[in-house]
Nanobody
Framework: QVQLVESGRDLVQPGGSLRLSCATS????????MTWVRQPPGKGLEWVSS????????SYADSVKGRFTISRHNAKNTLYLQMNSLKPEDTAVYYC???????????RGQGTQVTVSS
């Protein structure tokens, strides 16, 4: 079955960096766009970034553009999110989702907590 397992949870100070990983299995990873979404405390899911199957096209929410970088390693079936210049408002549970930014993100992992605080 499809499995998505995020890792990289941490408490970081504002201005710090963190890299999230998402190990996948159960589907042909290289054939699918992939997406990162997040859920801030007390709020709903919000789209963060998506990447095309080949990795040649990336898109970002305005709130993270210039600070976050999405990437993928198709041979390792793994998705990444490099987060730099972190802000307290980036605090959220981060999920990787199979597929493009379709607004539902119904196939996603269990999430990993990122807390940005001094």
């Amino acid at each position: 079955q499809v499995q998505l397992v995020e890792s990289g949870r941490d408490l970081v100070q504002p201005g710090g960096s963190l890299r999230l990983s998402c190990a996948t299995s159960g589907f042909t990873f290289s054939s699918y766009s992939m997406t990162w979404v997040r859920q801030p405390p007390g709020k709903g899911l919000e789209w963060v970034s998506s990447i095309s199957p080949s990795g040649g096209r990336m898109s970002y929410a305005d709130s993270v553009k210039g600070r976050f970088t999405i990437s993928r390693h198709n041979a390792k079936n793994t998705l990444y999110l490099q987060m730099n210049s972190l802000k307290p408002e980036d605090t959220a549970v981060y999920y990787c989702a199979k597929g493009p930014n379709d607004g539902t993100w119904s196939v996603r992992g269990q999430g990993t907590q990122v807390t940005v605080s001094s």
